[in-house]
């Protein structure tokens, strides 16, 4: 079985890395969602000026996204000249999550079930997706493997006293890479020293005090140096102004419209939200005044006009509470269950059909059904805290990303660890298999009394 999987993970790579090549040259706009203005034009001003702002053309300071993917961007832009060269590029950049979770799952359980992880990471749609189109996904899922792989030493294969405290810095800093890149891992590290105190409680207080700053300085020096740009610069502590974004222009808008109801975009417009862009940005337009994700109600505010926005709609949000839950989980399940076909088939440059619907739909069933048998298994296995770690990450991730903009593609970043859980559970479930088929008893093999016997009748 093994070699099947070698096979799969060799094959899938090559479609990965050589369909996203040929795309953004054959089909530019596939791979340029609205949102990627609101990351390209930022990475341009970088390499022109230096600065995270706008655009070349606009100075206003960059606050709505986070700087991690402007600055993947800007090198790759700045030595090949090329926008095309980002989908390849960033392609081959992804399989390295491949990579880590066949790592990861081969410390842990074993060959055969670490390469079925990894043939679940390189075949799955959002991974396929996310590895060609000019957004954080991708980026975010290989940080992501990146500290499973390192919360791997940390939380299972040695014994508190042996960690190093070089692998806690190092988990403390891909957890300040991740926020940098997407911004919903902002409290993640609050949850990550919680996890880390847990783990180390057993150690004495300075040992214990040593491992959760060395965590928490990469963290305190990345997110919080960004955090000091942001207040000299537009006047707002926050990391980014997107969360701000949501809360009002998504969540509230769509809390009024269920309390009032009138349209979501009706809600948006009186709200004086920006009008949704179903289309690409061609032009590629990022200024404070035109492009998703780059305009700016107001520049001379605190946090641009967004801090603002943050504080009335978590106001509505608290005024409908009824509304808000509904609206909450709703987000949750398009998180967990979405097939992601509309931007699968966008990507693809195919048409959606039901069919399709029902095999992106049976594949996240699939994968969760196992995850959820494999939950179980680690819960009650010697490595229990790093499946705790694993668990708790898919949680944290899958609720702070919930709320009228949640979709599938939120749900990309979560892949390997998604797939290392089932794998964990496929394992199981074969194992029992194997068990049930071996000892089930072999069935009576009764011969038929012969006439004129002793014992006929």
Not at 376 to 384: C, P, Q
Request: aromatic share 10%.
């Amino acid at each position: 079985m093994w070699r099947w999987a070698v096979a799969i993970l060799i094959v899938a790579a090559i479609a990965r890395v050589g369909f996203a090549a040929w795309i953004a040259h054959a089909e530019p706009a596939a791979v340029r969602p609205p949102d990627t203005p609101g990351y390209l034009e930022p990475a341009r001003a970088l390499i022109e000026t230096g600065r995270f702002s706008l655009s070349p053309a606009d100075p206003t300071p960059m606050y709505v996204r986070t700087p991690g993917y402007p600055a993947f961007l800007a090198p790759i832009l700045w030595l090949t000249g090329s926008e095309w060269a980002i989908s390849p590029i960033q392609a081959v950049v992804s399989l390295a999550a491949v990579a880590a979770t066949v790592l990861v799952g081969w410390r842990l359980f074993g060959k055969t079930a670490a390469l079925v992880a990894g043939a679940v990471v390189a075949l799955d749609p959002l991974q396929f997706l996310s590895a060609g189109t000019i957004m954080t996904e991708s980026l975010t899922t290989v940080l992501l493997a990146a500290m499973i792989a390192v919360g791997a030493m940390v939380f299972a294969l040695r014994p508190p006293q042996q960690v190093p405290p070089v692998a806690v810095f190092a988990l403390g800093a891909l957890t300040a890479a991740a926020a940098m890149v997407r911004p919903t891992f902002w409290f993640y590290p609050v949850v990550l020293l919680a996890l880390l105190a847990v783990r180390f409680r057993g150690l004495r207080w300075r040992s214990l005090l040593i491992r959760l700053l060395a965590c928490a300085l990469p963290v305190v020096l990345v997110v919080g140096g960004w955090q000091l740009r942001n207040h000299s610069t537009v006047g707002s502590w926050d990391i980014s102004g997107i969360a701000d974004i949501n809360l009002y222009c998504y969540n509230a808008a769509e809390v009024e419209a269920k309390a009032t109801g009138i349209s979501y975009d009706d809600a948006r417009r009186q709200l004086g939200c920006p009008a949704l862009l179903s289309a690409p940005n061609p032009e590629g337009i990022c200024t404070r005044s035109f492009g998703y994700g780059c305009w700016i109600p107001d520049p001379d505010a605190p946090g641009q006009g967004l801090n603002a926005w943050g504080s009335e709609g978590i106001r509505i949000m608290l005024d409908h509470p009824v509304q808000t839950a509904h609206m909450l989980a709703e987000g949750v399940a398009a998180e967990v269950a979405g097939s992601a076909q509309s931007k699968l088939t966008y990507y693809l440059d195919i048409d959606g059909s039901p069919p399709l619907t029902v095999v992106l739909s049976a594949w996240a069933l699939a994968l969760w059904a196992f995850a959820a048998v494999g939950a179980v298994v680690g819960l009650r296995s010697k490595h229990r805290g790093f499946w705790v770690f694993v668990i708790v990450t898919i949680g944290f991730v899958i609720l702070m990303s919930t709320g009228r903009a949640g979709d599938a593609r939120f749900r990309a970043p979560l892949v390997p660890l998604i797939a290392l859980l089932a794998a964990l559970g496929i394992r199981y479930t074969v194992d029992r298999v194997r068990r049930a088929a071996v000892t089930r008893p072999a069935p009576r093999n009764e011969q038929p009394i012969a006439a004129g016997s002793a014992l006929a009748p």
